[in-house]
């Protein structure tokens, strides 16, 4: 399948944000119960999270929308199964039984900070515990829950291709109007004012039918060229009306917990409507933007792009570890959060280097590659 440049790109920047939000968490001032690591600090890492947290799983859903449009449109349908069956499913099933344990397990390692926890006995109980807690819980499926989203999308995608690859939409307007009326309606269903990642195997339906939305978008764009014309043509009108809907969906989470108050539904509504909005104009502005950059293809790219996918799955437990081993120090936040966030990558990009690009794993997630041997003499 051919690169599309700016593809990589906005993966690359998706995927960076991600590792920023994970390394931003327990230094936020707002109170964050399903993360293992507590360090209050500053609201501007409030507000970074929330702002980006507004575009950035969607983004990537519209980029898997795309691309699996893109396949459908080239390959048929069985090679297309037993591809997302290697590459989604089959690492999916593999993250349950090895990767959440270890996430979950860091709920009890936080207990000790520092290096405390670097003793046998303390990891074997954690794990323990980590297995303890999915099993109650209907095992939570943590940073995982993208490729079990996916993994429906892509049924669904399937089963009603006749149908999807048909529908188009030539004007910007009407495809953000339809966009935020079903987003806004799954999200008066949400309990927050934000969009919420489930946290079991059990679908939460609002947030799927919100993310497919998107990954139908993707699907939308690869099939109708007039409508990534009329992104590009809207960039600036998307990009700006983005951030100030952005900085309107910050303002009324001050309110969020006074039920009491008397236009509280009115601010409700009022918080949703911007989010939405927000998240669709932004996710298309940004979307148009690296449309139109003249940007260049590299090996350096086409590395980092394969590497993403292993950043992906390892960079948050990775980053939970050197916030719990860093929690005690009396160090000024943000180079708190610069260890964590420079050293959690540079640890995926390591281990992606030597243990998973020339392995089996490397093979699942991309394709098998030998390394040259004559480079590392």
């Known amino acids: 399948m051919n690169r599309i440049i700016y593809i990589d790109y906005l993966r690359n920047f998706a995927n960076i944000i991600r590792c920023f939000i994970h390394a931003s968490v327990p230094y936020m001032i707002t109170a964050a119960p399903m993360w293992p690591v507590d360090d209050k600090s500053s609201w501007f890492f409030d507000i970074t999270i929330f702002v980006n947290h507004l575009f950035v799983m969607e983004l990537f859903f519209m980029i898997s929308g795309f691309m699996f449009a893109m396949e459908l449109r080239r390959s048929t349908v069985p090679i297309i199964i037993l ?45 323990i515990s980590g297995w303890a807690l999915g099993i109650e819980n209907f095992f939570p499926i943590a940073h995982l829950w993208f490729l079990y989203y996916l993994i429906f999308f892509y049924i669904f995608t399937i089963l009603f291709k006749r149908i999807i690859l048909k529908i188009k939409v030539n004007s910007i307007f009407k495809l953000v109007l339809v966009g935020v009326s079903i987003s806004s309606l799954c999200m008066l269903f949400m309990e927050r004012w934000i969009v919420e990642n489930p946290l079991t195997l059990v679908p939460e339906i609002p947030s799927l ?16 060229p007039q409508l990534l014309d009329d992104i590009k043509r809207n960039i600036k009108y998307l990009l700006s009306l983005g951030f100030l809907f952005s900085i309107g969906a910050i303002v009324p989470q001050i309110w969020f917990e006074n039920t009491d108050i008397e236009y509280y539904l009115l601010i409700r509504l009022g918080a949703i409507l911007f989010s939405c909005s927000a998240i669709y104009l932004l996710v298309l502005g940004l979307w148009g933007y690296c449309s139109c950059l003249n940007l260049k293809d590299s090996k350096y790219l086409r590395y980092i792009t394969d590497s993403s996918y292993w950043v992906y799955l390892s960079n948050m437990p990775i980053v939970v570890i050197l916030q719990i081993i860093i929690l005690p120090l009396s160090i000024p936040v943000l180079l708190k959060f610069l260890i964590v966030f420079l050293g959690a990558f540079t640890i995926s990009m390591i281990t992606y280097e030597y243990f998973v690009r020339y392995t089996f794993i490397g093979s699942v997630m991309n394709k098998k590659r030998k390394r040259n041997l004559l480079k590392s003499i």
Do not use: A, E
Request: hydrophobic share 55%; proline share 3%; net charge positive.
């Open 209 to 224: 039918v919100h993310f497919f939305v998107f990954f139908l978008i993707g699907c939308i764009s690869y099939n109708t």
């Open 83 to 127: 591809n997302r069956f290697k590459r989604i499913v089959l690492p999916f099933l593999l993250g349950l039984i090895v990767l959440v344990p270890i996430v979950l397990s860091l709920f009890s390692l936080s207990d000790h900070v520092g290096f405390s926890f670097l003793h046998f006995d303390i990891l074997k109980q954690s794990y």
